[in-house]
């Protein structure tokens, strides 16, 4: 079992700045792929950007290639996501989540088995 919790949202303007944190306990040997996904009102939940955990290697979503940078501590247990240039359509509640498996896709929220409960992002213009 991996708990995970997210901070760090809040508002912020146009073009402004972001970090939002990810802290996970528990098993956290038992995942694969570590993530971060937004689920704006209305729309199906987006992926962002994933890490796959054993090498660190990301893969970025083109909608916010160049834009959001993942990291992560030394430890392994805490993931960050940097917004930058932020747009009001960056406003969405974002989550980190975790895969237990190798996502054929690993921006596919499907093959994520552990959440957290979300950081609410608001850009206003």
């Known amino acids: 079992m991996v708990k995970l919790v997210e901070s760090g949202g809040g508002s912020v303007q146009a073009g402004g700045s972001l970090l939002l944190s990810c802290e996970f306990s528990g098993f956290i040997e038992d995942t694969y792929y570590l993530g971060w996904f937004r689920q704006a009102p209305g729309k199906k939940r987006e992926g962002l950007v994933t890490?796959?955990?054993?090498?660190?290697?990301?893969t970025y979503a083109d909608s916010v290639k160049g834009r959001f940078s993942i990291a992560r501590d030394s430890d392994q247990k805490t993931l960050y996501l940097h917004l930058k240039s932020l747009k009001v359509e960056d406003t969405a509640m974002y989550y980190c989540?975790?895969?237990?498996?190798?996502?054929?896709?690993?921006?596919?929220?499907?093959?994520?088995?552990?959440w957290g409960q979300g950081t609410q992002v608001t850009v206003s213009s």
């Open positions: 890490m796959y955990r054993a090498t660190g290697n990301p």
């Open positions: 989540a975790a895969a237990r498996s190798y996502p054929i896709d690993v921006l596919d929220e499907s093959y994520y088995a552990y």
